[in-house]
């Protein structure tokens, strides 16, 4: 289990295989964008190792940083089940 705060032990295999997926796809996005860390940090007013947590896929960070990020560089996510992106 990646380390987080107040993380449950619970988080389902699926769950935890989507937040990697946010994670994967914003740092993609970010790399496209020819933006470093550093960089995405600042405009979106994080920490840098905010920035390494989201794409690393790890569970403990906020929603809203990792919505953040993704809206930041126009990123979509397809979720599975749902035909959307």
Same mark, same amino acid.
């Not at 860390?37 to 809203?64: F, M």
């Given at each position: 289990?990646?380390?987080?705060?107040?993380?449950?032990?619970?988080?389902?295999?699926?769950?935890?295989?989507?937040?990697?997926?946010?994670?994967?796809?914003?740092?993609?996005?970010?790399?496209? @964008?020819?933006?470093?860390?550093?960089?995405?940090? =600042?405009?979106? %007013?994080?920490? *840098?190792?905010?920035? &390494?947590?989201?794409? #690393?896929?790890?569970?403990?960070? @906020?929603?809203?940083?990792?919505?953040?990020?993704? =809206?930041?560089? %126009?990123?979509? *996510?397809?979720?599975? &089940?749902?035909?959307? #992106?």
């Amino acid at each position: 289990m990646a380390q987080g705060k107040r993380i449950s032990a619970d988080i389902a295999d699926d769950a935890l295989e989507a937040i990697r997926a946010l994670g994967a796809a914003a740092r993609q996005a970010r790399l496209a @964008a020819g933006d470093g860390q550093a960089a995405a940090a =600042a405009r979106l %007013g994080v920490h *840098v190792q905010t920035i &390494g947590r989201i794409e #690393s896929g790890e569970p403990g960070v @906020a929603i809203g940083h990792v919505v953040g990020m993704l =809206a930041l560089y %126009g990123a979509t *996510v397809a979720c599975p &089940g749902s035909g959307a #992106s």
